[in-house]
Structure formats: C-alpha cells, structure tokens
C-alpha cells in the first residue's frame, strides 16, 4: 500500500511542480497507478484467483528475487506507443505519457536504491 501511496504522491508533486492543474495533477496521478495493474493481471491470469492477500505474498515474493514476467504497462511498447500519441494528439495522451514517465522514474529510483542496479530493472522493460 506505501508504494501505491508513494506513486500517486510523486506524481501528484512532479505535475503540480510543472504547473498543471489539480484536475490534471489527479489525472496524472491516477494513471501512475494504472500502470501497476498489469501486476494484478498477471498474477490472476496465471494463478486463476483475485485473492489480494495471495497476490500481496506473490508480489513481495516476486520484487525480492526479481523475476521478470511480461508486464504490459511496464513494457517499453507501452512507453513508445504513449510518446508518439503524446507528440501525434496531444492532449490527454500527453497527461498519459506523464503518469508513466513519472511511475516509471520512481519503480528504477527503487531498483537502483534496493539492488545498487538498474540491471534488473532493465529486464522488466524489454521482456
């Protein structure tokens, strides 16, 4: 629950920072939590359950050994793909683009502080 916390707060500063709205600011925010969901598929698609109190166990599990799956949202196709509609419509894709830069800018600021790496980090982005 603190990393969603964090997340949201961090997204919430940086776009207040840059001088957005507090609509936009909220926007933004939500979309860095967005971005988290694709653990939740995956552990649902996989083990065929929605129990959190599992999926909480599966994902301390998981961050401590570091084991790349493939996770849509924090893949670099959904990073790219939200850049060219940022520069191509603008716009609300441009709100988009901000809440996975900046979800993005806190889960490596975690890798490099926890594993002294961007290494693993790396391997979630190009699975």
Do not use: C
Request: glycine share 4%; proline share 2%.
């Amino acid at each position: 629950m603190l990393h969603l916390t964090f997340h949201f707060l961090f997204n919430y500063l940086m776009a207040k920072l840059l001088g957005f709205s507090e609509v936009e600011s909220v926007i933004i925010s939500i979309i860095g939590l967005v971005v988290d969901l694709d653990h939740i598929f995956y552990h649902s698609i996989k083990y065929k359950t929605l129990s959190l109190k599992q999926f909480k166990a599966w994902a301390y599990k998981e961050y401590k050994i570091h084991n790349p799956h493939f996770y849509l949202f924090h893949s670099v196709y959904i990073f790219l793909i939200s850049i060219t509609l940022t520069v191509l419509l603008g716009g609300f894709f441009h709100l988009i683009f901000l809440g996975i830069f900046f979800h993005m800018v806190i889960d490596v600021s975690t890798y490099l502080l926890y594993f002294r790496s961007f290494k693993p980090w790396f391997r979630y982005l190009f699975y």
